[in-house]
Every structure is written in C-alpha cells, then in structure tokens.
C-alpha cells in the first residue's frame, strides 16, 4: 500500500468508524426447533443471553425450525419472545423447504422474512435465499434481489455494512454472484453465514465471511451461540457456552474501507458454453414474472397458465409468451394448475381451491380449506382431487366446487399431485405415508410407509413427487434414496432396492413400458415395468453431476426431458436413453417441464421465467 493510499484510508476510517461506537450482539443460528434438544438448547441461549450486559441485539441467521411448520415456527416465536433485546430473524432452508404455507408464514409471525437496521453507525442488513419449496441450491428470488438493490442504494455511502444470511455466498446458492456484486459495490465490512453448523472462517471474493455455530449441542450437553464485539476498529467473534463461559475470540476481521471495485481477479461464473454445443436449440419467446414461480404451467388450446409468488395468476398466449390476462389474488400461489371444462384449477397459499375462467382470469368459485395449500390438483371425469396443507385431501366437483367427499386423516401436509387410476387416486405426504384412496367415495385402501433404517423422519416421505403407476404396481422414489415397487391393489412390496440412489424424481413412458429416474449423480435411468424385479432398461450421464431436484421426467412423441437444479434442459430418446440435446437457460432449478411435441416443450424456473424452447431440425 503506497504512502498516499494509507494515508486516504487512515482519513476515511477516521471520518466514518469515529463515529461508530462500540457494539456487542448475540449471533444465533441453526436453532432447528423440531429437532431433539432444540427447545431446551435455544431456551437455556435466551436465558443467557438475558443475564449479559452491554448486548444491543440478536440476530438468527436462518433455518430457525426443522420443518418449517406452522406449530414450529409459533415455538420458535414463543421461546424468542423472552429476549430483553430486540431479535432480528432470517429463514433459512429447512424453513423455506419443507413448507406447508410455501414460506408465507414466517413473514407473518415474524413480521418479515427480512431486516435492515442501523446500529452505532452500522447498517445490518438480513436476506435469506430458501429455496422455496425446492430441493437444490440456495436462491436469491428475484423480488428479493430487487429489495436488497434499493435497500443499499438508501445506505449512505461508506457506511459500513454486515450483510447477514443463511447459506454460504458462494456457489452453495445457484446465483450468489448477483447478491455478491451488489454487496462489493458498497462498504461491505463482514458476511455472517449460517448452514453449516460450525464455527469458521470464510472470504467471498475477497469479502470477509464468517460462519457461526448451530445453537444445537452436539457432543456436547448444551448448546451454544456466538457473541460479536465492534470495537477498535475490529470485529471479534467469540463461542458462547450458556451458563458455563466466553471462549477465547477465535475470528477478527479488520473493519475498514473497502474497494472490491479495485479487485481485477476474474471470479468464477456459471458456464453456459453447453448451448454453442446444440445452436439450433432456441428460446422461441420468454416470459419474465420477475417472482418466484415454485410450479409448473399448465397449457390448454392457445394458453399458458401459471401463478407465482407476486399473488397473481397469468395466463399467456403459447404462441408468442404475450400476457392475455392475469389475476390477483392476494396470497402467493405455488400450486400447478389443471385446466378442464375452461377452468384453470389450482390451490393457493392463503387456502383456498380456486377455479377461474381459462378465458378471462374471473372467479368462477372458489373452496376455503383451514390453511394455506401448496398442493396441486388432478382432474379426472370433471372430478378435481387435491390434498392440503390442514391434513385432509378433497374431491370437488369441477363444475361448482361442491365438495364430494373429504378424507381428514393425512398426518401432514400435501405438496404433490396425486395420480388417479383405475379407481384409486394415490398421493403422498409429509408424514412419512403414501396413500391410496378410493376415488369415488375417498375410502382408505391402503397406505404404505417406506422408510429405511438410518433414514427415519418426516424429510424422508414420499411426498414430492407425482405418483406414476402401470401394470398394476405404484412406482416409488422417496429421499430415503430406495426405490420401490408396490401393487396397486392393496400397497404390498413387489420389490425394493437402494442400488441407485432414487430422490423424488420419476416419470412414466407413454406406452407404459418403463418409468424413468434422476439420480443423487445425475444420471438418468429407464426401469422396465414389468419386470418382477428392478432391471434396468438404459443410463444417461446427462453431464448434471449432483442433483437433487425435485423436477418429474416428461416424455413427449418419443423424447424424455427433464430439467436440473442449475437450469440445464436435457432431451434424450426415450427409448435407448440416447442424449439428443441439452440447453442452460440459467442458474437455478426448473420445475417440471411441460412439453408440447418432440422439439418443443416449455419450462418455468424458480427465478420467473416461463421459457418455449425449441430445437430445429
């Protein structure tokens, strides 16, 4: 550093951190509440926290419940409420995730899924990155990016900033750069990160980062959390042991003005040069909602049908991706639509079932259930079949909404779409079950419970992904990593094996002679269905590596797609697993794709972005 330039940054830290008093805060985080101990370990930090001196605040960096439910998230409220500081509380991914209300319910409790404050001249700044409802990486929604923007461009410029979050800012979001360069245009002292349960030191492309602890104990017999001092021109993170002692600082970062526009280091960014591979692979129009779309369109005559996390319901035109109409209605809809008899049939977060004229948006009835839904609907013989979010799964009738019939015993929340066949519409949920119900009267024939040792608890159910059936078995792949074989008849085992580790992602051919499966590695698979065992047909490497999407494979005129957690769209031959083409659109999940013919489909990412692709001959 030359003499003048020491002597500029001496004259800044001067002019700013003299100005800033001293401040200690408590850093929780990871507190799990759901989980064994996580009660008692967050209400013995509360206690502690409240016996110290000279703390401002608190701050929770996410993933705050296990589960993200209702019950959780009232606890986790409840054992907070205490603090004798104000708490500034994030959601994390297990938060956003395993969601009954799609998320919308930690606002609400909280106050906001956000925070932005001042403290002794320094503005703390709170974002998380869910993903909501999905399986993947973590991921700034766009509406979110767009409140991080104006939040910075109101922060005085050189005041210092600590940016607080859950994930890591690195490629453990999908699009970490698009947060990252905001923050590096700014006086971005620090990066708090929570996630990976232990004390360490971070640098995200040259910002200092710092990784907190979980409150939960672990070899230990009580949790713990972090105390952070400002103080000298330097930030300390210590480990706090409630009750029982400060432990020595273990992390100091050096607050002063910072130039990251002066960094010429090329940093790494998603690769897109698979797409000079297949040029005649083209986006043939894209639609932008700029809101997280968690679901998949629906597509009937000329129209594209789809809600998002904006509150509103669109429909489009297929041909050219033009906005015919749009609806709003006042809560977030994660649900995929069914369209049929011209109505475009949903569930949505503030939950409700809503049928809307597929020519207009209007209301044409609507069904109030106790909580929100993020289930999606099945029309089958003008009969709609939906699960919710209140532990009962419904039949209405299409035209009316006139319930038929009401099974109020499922043990958790309903994320899937069922599947209807041969009198029996199959679902799973976030209880561990698989259910088959008769269709007509809604009669339990059976349920069935998979999980595997070592593989226990709710985050293992059968309950993402859409059912496929054929020959009378229920094919099945859960996050326990098992796939299974069960007849459709009574939910007896036919065969089960853990040799590919399956994870919600499945399809059906359109002949019925095999289903199809992601696996954990990226590979794609083709399974007979009738074999009396597991044999398997053709493997893909699709070149995805590690995926954990949640996405079904759809097959189309002889070509299966299926698309990542990173924005690759793959087709292949559906008969010799045959790699045909693949095309990025982004970097973050694509819900199941919806294709249209054998060189057309359309796909919505969780980004807001409904894309037609289409590959030339």
Known sequence: MTRLRALATAAFL?????????????????????SPNSEADLRASVKDINSLDGLSFVIVSGDVTEFGSHAQFVTAKALLDPLRVPCHVIPGNHDCKWSESGATEFAKIWGDDRFVFDAEGYCFIGLHEGPVMKMGDGHFAPQDLRWLDATLNATPRGQPIIFVTHYPVDNEIDNWFEALDELKKFNTQ??????????????????????????????NAIGGYSLVEIKDGEMTVAERAPAVETKPVWDTIRMEKHDYAADTNQWPRPDFSVNSKYPRVKNRWQFNANWTVASSPAVAGRRVFFGDGSETVRSLDLKSGTPQWEANL???????????????VFGSTDGDIYALSAKTGSTVWKFQTARPIVASPCVAEKIVYIGGSDGHFRALDIGTGRLLWDYPDVGGFVETRPLVRDGTVIFGAWDSYLYALDARTGALKWKWKGQSPGKLGLMYSPAAEWPVAAHGKVFVVAPDRRMTSLDMADGTQIWRTAQWQVRESIGMSADQSRFYVRTMPGIIAAFSTEAAEPRELWELDGHIRYDINSAMLEERGGVLFYGSKNGVLIAADAKTGGLL??????????NTVVPLGANDVLVADVDGKITRVQAGR
């Open 190 to 219: 620090a990066i708090l990160v929570g996630h990976g349960h232990r004390n360490k030191k971070m640098d995200f492309e040259g910002v200092p980062g710092v990784m907190g602890r979980s409150n939960l104990r672990a070899t």
């Open 581 to 590: 083409w693949e095309h990025k659109l982004g970097v973050t999940v694509l």
């Open 14 to 34: 001067l002019a700013v951190f003299a100005a800033n008093a001293d401040l200690r805060f408590a850093w929780l985080s990871d507190t799990h509440i759901g």
């Open 330 to 344: 006042g809560a977030a809809v994660y649900s995929t639509p069914e369209v049929a008899d011209n109505r475009v």
